[in-house]
């Protein structure tokens, strides 16, 4: 299959603006890393910043994103979608300019995969406690389209890399699960895809009622090649004064990428 290259680096954040470290997994899984950023006061934007929101792309849109070569795809393998499992048609991750298919399956042994149009089909477990039903996103993101999943279990978001014909939990530096916050550990509410000079870039979202508005806080996520491993990377406050219905504001409480949304008619865990 065609691989994807390299991904996205970026500086540290610059003095005043704070990184999210280390939190607890409120889920029950294990130690986690969350990229939503502290608030800080020391840089102002506009109420509503575009650059919260990403341009229009084929892969902002979920629609198979245009490739400059098309691979052959994820060879074939047994099995395929479980019986019972919620599906989803998604973005090519496997690089044959085919559109592919997520699922989820329910239960204590709740798994999320992937089934190629190929035919190939993997998946990982949902490490995860969380009594929420599980919902997803999968997009590309980075210069070179490297495919991840984003599942949201209430309390936190999880990040899998798509990238090699495998499901895999992306890692910090220190190898434990690298999550989203959604509001429970102080580090973050949120996590969308931003636009970066025409690329779309995975960010950890922060958004903090302040006075009379809101602010909101965004992280660059770092991804390796694979989509594997994850760094915190630049901090800038994108919102100051914003009313809670900007658009800014709520997609900061939300799971997305592009102008995919977690839960909102796409892939959600079936209830039997």
Do not use: K
């Amino acid at each position: 299959m065609h691989r994807r290259s390299v991904a996205v680096t970026a500086a540290l954040a610059a003095a005043g603006l704070l990184l999210a470290g280390c939190s607890s997994d409120d889920d029950g899984g294990g130690g986690a890393t969350s990229s939503a950023p502290a608030p800080s006061a020391t840089t102002s934007a506009a109420a509503s910043d575009p650059a919260t929101t990403p341009a229009p792309s084929a892969s902002a849109t979920g629609e198979p994103a245009p490739s400059t070569g098309v691979g052959e795809g994820c060879p074939a393998t047994d099995g395929g979608i479980p019986d019972g499992a919620a599906s989803s048609e998604v973005v090519d991750v496997d690089g044959d300019g085919r559109a592919d298919t997520a699922w989820i399956t329910a239960g204590a042994e709740r798994t999320f995969g992937i089934t190629t149009a190929s035919g190939a089909t993997f998946s990982a477990p949902i490490d995860s406690a969380s009594p929420i039903g599980a919902s997803a996103v999968v997009n590309t993101v980075g210069a070179d389209l490297t495919p991840i999943a984003l599942v949201d279990l209430g309390r936190q978001a999880q990040l899998f890399s798509l990238d090699g014909c495998a499901v895999t939990q992306t890692v910090d530096q220190g190898g434990q699960p690298y999550v989203f916050d959604r509001g429970f550990g102080d580090q973050g509410t949120g996590v969308g895809c931003t636009d970066v000079d025409g690329v779309l870039h995975l960010a950890g979202l922060l958004a903090t009622e302040e006075g009379d508005g809101w602010t909101v806080t965004r992280t660059l996520v770092d991804l390796d090649s694979a989509g594997e491993v994850a760094t915190n990377g630049a901090v800038e406050v994108v919102a100051q004064g914003a009313a809670a219905t900007d658009p800014v504001v709520t997609t900061a409480q939300e799971v997305s990428c592009g102008d995919l949304v977690a839960g909102d008619g796409g892939l959600v865990e079936p209830t039997s």
